[in-house]
């Protein structure tokens, strides 16, 4: 894939921003289907990519919670 650089030597924004469209892509679709709570996408900008000819990125993950009880009050009242 190709990476764009800025000047200094670190991965621009435009090369950031179309790796975690692919990535928030990937994850939103396991949200919309339950599988997560919520996620981020983190890329250092600053990775040597050009030395290593790689491009590394973290996520972080929120797992879904479970519920093995369920407790209800119920009462009667006069009025509500």
Do not use: C, R, W
Request: aromatic share 6%; net charge negative; charged share 5%.
């Amino acid at each position: 894939s190709n990476v764009q650089f800025n000047k200094n030597g670190t991965v621009s924004i435009h090369t950031i921003a179309a790796f975690e469209d692919a990535s928030n892509a990937a994850m939103a679709t396991m949200q919309s289907n339950g599988e997560l709570s919520n996620f981020a996408t983190i890329i250092n900008a600053s990775q040597p990519v050009q030395a290593t000819k790689s491009i590394a990125l973290s996520v972080n993950v929120q797992p879904m919670g479970y519920a093995n009880n369920i407790n209800v009050t119920l009462g009667f009242v006069l009025s509500i």
